[in-house]
């Protein structure tokens, strides 16, 4: 079974699980319902900006979808992420993602969970990164973090980036 497959089964059962139809999560992520349709079916290839998009709609970590498929590249206008750990707590879940940013691209990300933060330690380059209303210049060898329950960008404006992302989502207890 190819990843968009693999990617595809686990959307539709966190899906199901919560009880959403496909409308609902379509409208839910302003994903469009046949676009959706086809990545459950894994006709198609998700890329990071929709799989961002549906685990925000769906209470879910971005691994909880990728599944244990570490290095495995997930691309979008911007940046291409291969996960490489998930860490759960009882308080948080933790992603680590190895990311390159390509020169003089800008990626807009919606906004996250309640409580989400994420942390970039810039290895290469010069980043752009932070709350689209005021991201930062971050350089090699530094690091910042923001809160990424806000919209918020990804961007290269001198080069390409290397970079380690860090995204820790806070587990909602009922």
């Known amino acids: 079974m190819g990843l968009a497959e693999q990617v595809g089964r686990r959307l539709k059962e966190a899906r199901v699980e919560q009880r959403l139809s496909l409308s609902e999560l379509a409208r839910r992520s302003m994903?469009?319902?046949?676009?959706?349709?086809?990545?459950?079916?894994?006709?198609?290839?998700?890329?990071?900006?929709?799989?961002?998009?549906?685990t925000t709609a769906l209470g879910v970590p971005l691994s909880s979808i990728l599944g244990p498929a570490k290095r495995t590249v997930i691309s979008g206008s911007a940046v291409d992420a291969v996960l490489t750990e998930r860490f759960e707590h009882a308080d948080a879940v933790t992603e680590v993602f190895r990311i390159g940013i390509r020169a003089d691209a800008v990626q807009e990300s919606a906004a996250h969970?309640?409580?989400?933060?994420?942390?970039i330690i810039v290895l290469r380059g010069t980043a752009q990164v932070g709350a689209v209303s005021s991201p930062h210049l971050v350089r090699t060898g530094e690091h910042i973090q923001w809160a990424a329950d806000v919209p918020h960008l990804y961007g290269a404006p001198s080069g390409d980036v290397e970079a380690v992302l860090i995204v820790r989502y806070p587990v909602v207890h009922p």
């Open 113 to 119: 969970a309640p409580g989400t933060q994420e942390h």
């Open 31 to 54: 994903i469009g319902k046949g676009t959706l349709s086809e990545l459950e079916c894994g006709w198609r290839n998700p890329t990071l900006e929709t799989l961002y998009a549906l």
